[in-house]
């Protein structure tokens, strides 16, 4: 054969979330609790400031780690976290979290390095390892732990001998998130077995119980760790693409080294509006937090009357219930099949999902409550 | 009434939102919404409940008009006598005392263009402390009480995406 795909990506199967997406496209009147992103637009001023930045003919490549401003934008703001990030040095702005993400495996995964993967996560990381020639480690998180990672759950993997270990709190697809202390027993760990850390953040501002915390600001961990964010699920910029990485100096110029012969630049037109989302935008940020806050208390309380077990996540925009069925992936099916309902059976995410659902509230209140009387009936039915 | 804010931020995003509903949302118990409900009605803060209609997807015939009225006044006279005056019609579906070029800005409703002129000039003109009136007819309306309209509202995202 020729053009023949490299073993690498032969060997990586397609996304488990694939198959049910076909299957959901094929019908009509589905209501989704699949989606991954927000069922809002991008706040219209960070939008106008796009349209502004193309109607001035600002339609070339900026600085390979993105626009200063935007570089200085993003460390004022992590600041509301207690980070602080040099915008010259250690900030880079990439085409969504998920770019910065793949730059990292790529400039720190040697062929035959460890990385340990908690789950279960965000469909990207593992084949993203395997893509760098690294081992996955997959960390299964508990459903007793209400999915938070412990030192126990790494140990039980054999996590002390990882070169990295990948998360993202708070999570999808389970909505768990960790706080203070609860991060300090992982730093604790990673300090311990020199593991470095990579922290998908890009749900912290949607949290809903308490403040979003770092690990990175907890003690020796900064210069082991490095932080992921971007615009698209707090300013429900998804189809901009626009993320960042903040790390010490030596790992960004690693990264950038990849990012600039790959990439060059992100979005030029994206880097516009993102300078004004974090400028401007935090009312229109809280507002949808808000939102997404009501819809959750929804969703958890019909869950609770219809006798569905479910924790009560407080972070992202997702609910982790355990499947009413013996069969997640049937249920699912069934459900779509019977009701138009769609929800993702857990397995797709990885380790420690089975017998669960995730169930996305980025959808209109309206919409949801049809999505729950629906799901009401085919439960009582079955 | 701690909980009023976020009730009637809630009431005024959709009134017919029911109190079980309300309740899933904000945690409280029904008999909680129930009561501060009651109390934001008794004490005036709730005036009424109303549906944001478009009315041209109904039909042509009713007509809407903002209308600007400069009033003059006198030490037997004020803005509230004047306001008691004109809010009275069945005619007038808003009024308010603004600042800037005019005075009150009147929302006005009727069948046809014509019954609305005859309504301003019959009635509200010759009111003695009504000096001028300006009707602008509304032509369209994109936007109201908070509700877009002719918001296709899409959801053109992927059905389901990790």
Redesign the interface.
Known sequence: MTLEPSERVADVPP?G?RR??EL??EMDD?I?L????P?FSAPWSAREAAITALERGQTSYTANRGKRKLREAIAADARRWNLEYDPDDEVLVTAGASEAIDLAFRALVDPGDTVAVAQPC???YTPGVTFSGGEVLDVPTRVEDEFILTPEALRAAGAESADLLVYCYPN?PTGATMDRSELAEVAAFCREHDVDVLSDEIYADLTYEGEHVSIAELDGMRERTIVFNGFSKAYAMTGLRLGYAMAPEEVIAAMNRVHQYTMLSAPTTAQHAGIEALRNCREDVEEMRSQYD??R??VL??FEEMGIDCFEATGAFYVFPECPGDDAERFAEDLLEAESV?M?PGS?FGAGAEGHLRASYATG?EEL?EAMDRLERFVSST | MEHADELLE?LCE?ARYSTA?L?????LSEATIEETIAELEAEGIIQGYTAVVDWDAVSDDRVQAHVELNVTLDRETSYRDVAERVAGFREVQGLRLVSGDYDFALEVEGENMREVSRFISDKVAPIPEITQTVTHYIMETYKQGGHRFDDGDD?D??????
Do not use: C, K, M, Q
């Not at chain 1, 699949?34 to 992103?37: A, L, P, Q, R, W």
């Not at chain 2, 309740?23 to 945690?27: M, Q, W």
């Open positions: 996304s979330i049910f997406f959901a496209e589905v989704s699949g989606v991954g992103e069922d965000y469909v990207s999808n009501r819809r208390n929804f309380s019909r769609a993702v797709a209140l409550r | 809630l959709n509903d309740a899933r949302f904000t945690g959801d995202r992927l059905s389901v995406t990790p």
